[in-house]
Nanobody
Framework: QVQLVESGGGLVQDGGSLRLSCAASGRAFSNYAMGWFRQAPGKEREFVAAINWSGGMVFSGESVKGRFTISRDNAKNTVNLQMNSLKPEDTAVYYC?????????????????WGQGTQVTVSS
């Protein structure tokens, strides 16, 4: 069992930056792929970025490409999402997810564990 706790959300102005963190419990963290998803009111949960077990493979969704960067620290059991050049349309609850299979995926159903989410609001 893995527990995930997100932090770092908040209110930021258009063009600003935020750094989200996800702390994971459990010894097997370094074997898991990790992902970030987001969900805006009235919309489906959307893929943001993913990273494989070693950190050697990362990819992100088209809407955030070039602005958001995912990284992980297996020694600290954490995964981070650096978000730059934020836009009002980035406003959503951001969720961290873990996948027992160490290969990263953009598919929501591929992930086995989810955090509770952290709110990100970008004001115009």
């Amino acid at each position: 069992q893995v527990q995930l706790v997100e932090s770092g959300g908040g209110l930021v102005q258009d063009g600003g930056s935020l750094r989200l963190s996800c702390a994971a419990s459990g010894r097997a963290f370094s074997n898991y792929a990790m992902g970030w998803f987001r969900q805006a009111p009235g919309k489906e949960r959307e893929f943001v970025a993913a990273i494989n077990w070693s950190g050697g493979m990362v990819f992100s969704g088209e809407s955030v490409k070039g602005r958001f960067t995912i990284s992980r620290d297996n020694a600290k059991n954490t995964v981070n999402l650096q978000m730059n050049s934020l836009k009002p349309e980035d406003t959503a609850v951001y969720y961290c997810a873990a996948r027992r299979d160490g290969n990263a995926s953009s598919r929501r159903v591929a992930y086995d564990y989810w955090g509770q989410g952290t709110q990100v609001t970008v004001s115009s």
